[in-house]
């Protein structure tokens, strides 16, 4: 039986984008007739694209910052056995997965086959973000590490790997490479490229999620200083990250094109209002909504949601609905809170109060009332809600908050939730068609 999503990785093909990386890649199939190997790491880059819009719903709408319409609320359902694995399957699950494993498949043909030093260590960025990916929505994820032959895909072994055996031996070895492989260099991010502080916080943020703070402290600290973090955020208002895609407090974004969106529309859509599947009374939360009503000094607020009549929508991107706006995947003010949350975790708390509350003097705020360790670790929280609000990270925060504090998960969402649904099902397809690939409890 043949393995689909490789299959469509080696029949690739992509449209064009309207940045850098504008390619369009050779024959994937024959490694040998490749003398340039750019157009098929751009193909990674471009691969991702796909993969936005899910994440926006992963993030947001199985949080507690998204509604969906009443018709299409099995994300809301965390009672066994769940039918979002049937229902949601083709139209989030099925299109991410393929969308990432494509861009491994081409990262691996950069990093098997490419001498340019350069390529193989963005290629391995990519792979690391795509694995990434796939491990904090499945769990344990089918690993392929190889640019494989027509024969090489019927004897594939597509057994699920342990998660952390992903983390380990795939995600960390990749962003660790990517990291000293890379430069730092403006140019670079300007153009939607990895640069070294893209991989070293994201590394940051890997290992910040498997639990290891005193590892991700080391990495996020040198980000924070490497950037000039601080700086940067006391210098650059919150609205100015948002009026252009790419600039200084952008560490690294998906870029995002009208013929290569997922499904052919944005993620601005769905925080918009503008898709049938999002609730049409408001797809941005009551809770959000009265979250920054705490707050009403915050200017966040303003530039987040609109109540719209009481049916509020996002006003956070500066070309909301359009096709054309890149989906930050990691940017200054996540590092900074990430590198906060590591201190706190590894009881260095005054610190963490002192970048906590950089982000919040840039949103108008006093510094955090909190002083002990638990309280500083639900304001930091508190603080990545509303400061990253409706960029695809908070249900993912809110499962490694579980993981440090147990009862924030069920005490934030306002109900009991079992931890099989932390994770998202493997898509109906490739359970059905691979005895080596089980679904998750729970779906």
């Not at 979002?84 to 990432?100: E, I, M």
């Not at 690391?128 to 990916?133: A, E, H, P, Q, T």
């Not at 005193?214 to 990250?241: H, K, R, Y």
């Not at 304001?379 to 409706?390: Q, V």
Request: a negative charge; hydrophobic letters at 45%.
């Amino acid at each position: 039986m043949k393995n689909t999503f490789i299959l469509m990785a080696i029949m690739l093909f992509i449209t064009a984008c309207s940045t850098d990386l504008d390619q369009v890649p050779p024959n994937l199939g024959d490694a040998n007739a490749i003398s340039d190997y750019t157009p098929v790491l751009f193909a990674a880059y471009n691969y991702q694209n796909q993969a936005v819009a899910p994440m926006a719903i992963f993030g947001d709408f199985r949080a507690d910052n998204g509604l969906f319409d009443e018709e299409f609320t099995d994300f809301d359902k965390f009672t066994a056995p769940s039918p979002l694995a049937a229902t949601s399957s083709s139209t989030f699950f099925s299109p991410f997965y393929v969308a990432l494993y494509n861009s491994i498949l081409s990262a691996n043909n950069v990093i098997i086959n490419s001498k340019d030093a350069t390529l193989v260590a963005e290629a391995r960025f990519i792979r690391g973000l795509s694995y990434f990916k796939l491990v904090q929505v499945f769990g344990d994820v089918s690993v392929n590490l190889i640019n494989p032959t027509v024969e090489e895909i019927a004897a594939a072994d597509v057994a699920r790997q342990p998660k952390n055996d992903v983390y380990n031996n795939v995600i960390i070895p990749d962003l660790e490479a990517a990291r000293d492989g890379l430069a730092v260099s403006t140019a670079a991010a300007a153009s939607g490229r990895a640069t070294k502080y893209a991989a070293q916080g994201l590394l940051g943020k890997v290992l910040a999620t498997m639990g290891n703070y005193p590892a991700a402290e080391v990495q996020l600290a040198a980000v924070v200083n490497g950037t000039g973090a601080a700086n940067i955020i006391s210098s650059m208002s919150f609205a100015d990250v948002f009026n252009s895609d790419l600039n200084s407090a952008i560490l690294f974004a998906t870029q995002m094109s009208g013929s290569v969106g997922y499904s052919g529309e944005s993620f601005t859509n769905w925080y918009a209002g503008q898709n049938t599947k999002a609730d049409e009374g408001g797809p941005v939360s009551p809770d959000l909504v009265n979250a920054f009503a705490a707050n009403p000094m915050d200017v966040r607020g303003a530039l987040t949601v609109n109540n719209n009549g009481g049916n509020p929508i996002s006003v956070k991107y500066s070309t909301l609905g359009s096709t054309e706006q890149d989906w930050i995947e990691l940017r200054l003010a996540d590092v900074v809170l990430l590198y906060a949350e590591a201190l706190n975790e590894n009881s260095k708390t005054a610190l963490a109060i002192t970048e906590l509350n950089r982000i919040r003097t840039r949103a108008g705020l006093l510094g955090t009332t909190a002083t002990s360790k638990d309280d500083v670790r639900q304001a930091i929280l508190d603080e990545r809600r509303l400061e990253l609000a409706l960029e695809g990270h908070r249900w993912f925060d809110l499962v490694r908050a579980e993981a440090a504090e147990a009862g924030i998960m069920n005490a934030e969402m306002g109900e009991t939730i079992s931890p099989n649904y932390y994770i998202f099902p493997i898509p109906n397809g490739e359970v059905t068609s691979f005895d080596e690939i089980s679904q998750n409890a729970g779906y």
